[in-house]
């Protein structure tokens, strides 16, 4: 367990993952369900555990929407999404790990994709 | 007549012209002034909810404090850009240290503390003008026709900071809907997400969860849905394989107001 990557999670998030009960609501809730190896309240109780890296590693990070339904639905007020962001930022903050480069976005483009798309890919995706 | 500062944003100037064009003609019907602040940068897309981020949330409040120096509401019309400038703001006033880190970057002729007041254009419809006012302008009402509202996720949530709607039960788009002399559907797909930016990698994902929502309202008897955000239209056109029309919905707003054919290119 890495805590130096964990403390910088928590504060990073500003999350308290103590609070979570384990009810399952954020990954009931979440789009991203099927698409995601690590589901939104696994991200919650590794993150208590520590277990940073093994998130780092994995595609979900990617797959959040940031739709914000686990934040709003959660009883607890534990808010999900902000430790997915954490450790997003966590593994796209390293030299040379983006996740998406501008050299291939001309390729993603047809007539109608609206900047909107780019710009929070590269928001999520880039450092 | 009142005047706003209004943000359109980097998609409103491109792809979403319409969206914006007949935001704009309809507010000058309806009495309203919209005036653009100089030099306004893209707002990000997407809020970064990390403490320690602090770059990528300047430009919002270039935008903020840009309305704050004309003394306005700040209006905005397309959820993304409703939902970072929203967000935003909730942060300077409720996270003390964001705030004075944001500040000593900017170094503004005074400190932004979160003096703005943010409607999305559908506040302004409702908080400003009053839907039962609209309902007196409307021209060319849109009897008989059944509307399905999407809100998706950008516009109601996180509830706590963008407080435009209760989040689960939202009536602002059906109250619209009434207002243009339309029928609202509700259907249950209404405030989940349409799959957003993940139609850039994924566009297996970005048409499950498009084509779900575009269901659903069908199911309902829908004969078309609006929304307020470019990305919903593209991705609940162009992914998800459904034939229901989909409209932004100034561009119904300007129709039953009269003033869409003016604006027609």
């Known amino acids: ?3 130096n990557l964990k403390e910088q999670v ?7 993952v103590l609070k979570c009960m384990r009810c399952g609501k954020c990954s009931g809730t979440c789009p991203s369900y099927d698409e995601m190896e690590y589901h939104p309240h696994q991200f ?3 993150v208590e555990r520590g277990d940073i890296e093994t998130l780092m590693n994995s595609k979900s990070i990617y797959k959040c929407l940031t739709c914000f339904a686990c934040v709003d639905r959660c009883p607890r007020n534990v808010e999900p999404a902000k430790v997915v962001e954490a450790v997003r930022l966590a593994a796209v903050r390293q030299q040379g790990n983006n996740h998406m480069t501008p050299a291939q976005i001309p390729e993603m483009l047809d007539d109608d994709l609206p900047q909107q798309a780019v710009v929070t890919a590269f928001r999520k995706y880039i450092k | 007549m009142e005047t706003f500062t209004y943000y359109p944003g980097c998609t409103l100037r491109t792809k979403a012209r319409d969206l914006d064009r007949y935001a704009r003609s309809s507010a000058m019907a309806l009495g309203i002034s919209l005036e653009e602040p100089d030099d306004w940068q893209c707002c990000g897309g997407a809020y970064t909810t990390a403490k320690d981020e602090i770059a990528t949330k300047l ?3 270039r935008t903020l404090n840009a309305a704050k120096s004309v003394n306005r509401p700040l209006v905005t019309v397309c959820s993304a850009c409703h939902n970072v400038i929203k967000q935003t703001n909730y942060d300077i006033i409720h996270d003390d240290e964001m705030a004075s880190k944001v500040n000593n970057y900017l170094k503004l002729d005074e400190p932004y503390c979160g ?4 409607y999305h254009y559908l506040e302004l419809l ?3 003008i009053g839907f039962d006012e609209l309902a007196k302008r409307v021209v060319c009402p849109f009897k008989g026709k059944k509307i399905a509202a999407y809100y998706g996720c950008l ?3 996180p509830s706590k900071a963008l407080a435009m709607d209760d989040p689960e039960n939202p009536s602002i788009m059906e109250d619209f809907i009434k207002a243009i002399g339309g029928t609202p559907v509700i259907y ?12 850039l990698e994924d566009k297996d994902q970005a048409a499950k969860r498009s084509g779900v929502v575009m269901r659903s309202a069908a199911d309902q008897g829908a004969d078309m849905i609006i929304t307020a955000c470019p990305l919903c239209l593209y991705n609940l056109k162009k992914n998800s394989g459904s034939e229901l029309p989909v409209y932004y919905f100034t561009e119904l707003l300007a129709e039953a107001l009269g003033v869409k054919e003016e604006n027609d290119e």
Not at chain 1, 10 to 16: A, D, F, M, T
């Open chain 2, 155 to 157: 516009l109601l949530r």
């Open chain 2, 115 to 118: 003096e703005t007041t943010v």
């Open chain 2, 126 to 128: 409702r908080d400003v």
């Open chain 1, 44 to 46: 919650v109780y590794m």
């Open chain 2, 188 to 199: 249950a797909q209404r405030n989940e997400c349409c799959g957003g930016y993940i139609t």
């Open chain 1, 10 to 16: 928590l504060r990073s998030s500003g999350v308290n």
């Open chain 1, 1 to 3: 367990m890495n805590k």
């Open chain 2, 59 to 61: 430009s919002a409040v």
